[in-house]
């Protein structure tokens, strides 16, 4: 394991990651997995709830890939960069052939339905059970429709801190095997938004191709040299 700045992050691989999927589903408990990335941790500084519930998941792997740069610059290397959708997309395709039930919680309205087309068409056999968009306020009938979809993975995209704490709040009364936070692959996946190519992903700039892309999203960018800072101060303390 893994901490930057108090925030506790799980040292696996992609397949030794859904090693520990193919654990949970052994046991009889709910299973709750985040993808930490720097933006939730240097919003984590300012949100005691967040951090605890990021600490105290079953699994939190390292979604991005300058943690993984950091960790070896502090000779606590992370042995890859595991982010969100992979590890989502590889839950699907290996438990899918096995039967299990999926549910698609999150995005707005069409996406995950569009989402769930698209596994459809990639995945031969999975069984998707349920769906509903992430635009809601009352969250009875949210979770009643989970219970009745009787789901063994739920993805839950809410977006950053609210997942979290979503997932967090209701997770024993959903009594799902494995859920997993997901913030916006269902857009991804759907199609609503294209990620980076491979060619930025290899360059380890992902972040520059959202910020060509998403403009918009320049705010949030500010989040990458907050976490570097953040980690100087760590490493110099």
């Known amino acids: ?7 506790h992050v799980d040292n696996v691989t992609l397949n030794e990651a859904i090693d520990k999927v193919r ?3 052994a046991s009889a408990d709910p299973h709750m997995i985040v993808t930490p990335n720097p933006e939730m941790i240097v919003a984590a500084q300012a949100d005691q709830e967040l951090k605890e519930i990021i600490n ?6 390292p979604d991005g890939i300058s943690m993984v740069v950091v960790s070896r610059i502090l000779k606590k290397p992370l042995k890859e960069r595991v ?10 395709g290996v438990f899918s052939r096995q039967g299990k039930k999926v549910y698609l919680l999150g995005g707005g309205a069409g996406i995950a339905e569009a989402a769930a087309e698209k596994l ?13 968009d992430g635009y809601f306020n009352q969250d009875v ?4 429709n989970i219970k009745e979809a009787q789901p063994d993975i739920l993805f839950v995209g809410l977006g950053a801190g609210r997942q979290e ?5 209701h997770l024993k009364e959903l009594n799902v095997p494995v859920a997993m936070t997901i913030g916006g692959s269902l ?11 491979k060619i930025f992903q290899k360059m380890c700039i992902e972040w520059l191709y959202r910020l060509i892309t998403e403009p918009h999203r320049w705010k949030r960018q500010l989040a990458l040299p907050k976490f570097l800072w953040l980690m100087f101060v760590e490493s110099a303390s």
Do not use: C
């Open 120 to 132: 459809i068409s990639e995945y031969p056999g999975i069984r998707i059970t349920g769906i509903h």
């Open 165 to 169: 704490k979503w997932l967090n709040r």
């Open 83 to 92: 982010s969100g959708i992979d590890l989502m997309l590889k839950i699907i």
């Open 56 to 61: 105290s998941a079953d699994l939190r792997v």
């Open 1 to 7: 394991m893994n901490n930057f700045a108090g925030i």
């Open 141 to 144: 009938e949210v979770i009643q």
């Open 23 to 25: 654990g949970f589903f």
């Open 187 to 197: 857009d991804v996946i759907s199609g609503h938004k294209k990620r980076a190519p």
